[in-house]
């Protein structure tokens, strides 16, 4: 059945962030005339349930829910035991909101990427190796997030061991667009 891989999975969006680098909230500006929220939105259309981790009332994003940040500005990592929590069970795809060039394609690849061992799964860039924004997590992740946040760490990168992580590579280079500077939309 063509989409069955979305079966149980969370799409979720990250966007508590404060576009420090960017000026201006990135989540709203625009590429092609689209905002970069609107299209990682678009990217997750097929998922069964949606989520944007943000502030109430921060975005409109009709058949999202939202729900705000449990550690607020304590960033990406927080974000996703946030969304882990809200999920509940099985898989999330977990997105920055600037990542504007992922389409299902790039989420159907590390959907069928998933194995019976693996907690995450992560494409690779050929430079910057693997990418744990717009990537997979499983639910069982949780316990072992929350004890990284507690213990002070932040980086997202920790989020899951390499022996729980699947990899996949070979994705064509222009999904890896990540925005983190008005220079970098041009
Ligand atoms: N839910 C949540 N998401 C966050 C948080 N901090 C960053 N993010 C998101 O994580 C993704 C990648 O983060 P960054 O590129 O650092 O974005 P940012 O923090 O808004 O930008 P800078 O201020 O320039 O670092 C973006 O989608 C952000 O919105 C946070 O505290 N909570
Ligand atoms: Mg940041």
């Known amino acids: 059945m063509v989409g069955s891989e979305w079966e149980g999975v969370t799409g979720v969006i ?11 909230d990135k989540a709203l500006a625009r590429l092609d005339g689209v905002t970069l929220l ?32 449990g550690r607020p500005g304590e ?30 394609t ?16 992560q494409a690779i860039h050929p430079q910057r190796g693997p990418q744990p924004l717009g990537a997979l997590y499983h639910a069982a992740l949780l316990p072992r997030i929350t004890r990284l946040l507690d213990s002070g760490e932040r980086r997202l990168r920790l989020v899951s061991a ?13 999904y890896f667009l990540n925005v983190n500077t008005p220079d970098d939309l041009t």
Do not use: C, H
Not at 75 to 104: C, K, N, Q, Y
């Open 14 to 24: 990250t966007a508590g962030g404060k576009s420090r680098r960017f000026g201006s």
């Open 38 to 69: 609107e299209r990682v939105a678009a990217s997750l259309n097929d998922a069964q349930r949606k989520i944007l981790i943000a502030p109430r009332g921060s975005y409109s994003l009709s058949g999202w829910e939202v729900v705000p940040d």
């Open 75 to 104: 960033g990406p990592l927080a974000g996703l035991e946030t969304a882990l929590t809200a999920a509940g069970s099985g898989w999330v795809a977990f997105a920055g909101v600037d990542m504007p060039r992922l389409d299902s």
């Open 106 to 121: 790039y989420w159907e690849a590390l959907l069928q990427a998933r194995t019976a061992e693996a907690w995450a799964v």
């Open 162 to 174: 390499p022996e729980q992580t699947a990899l996949v590579s070979g994705l064509p280079e222009r």
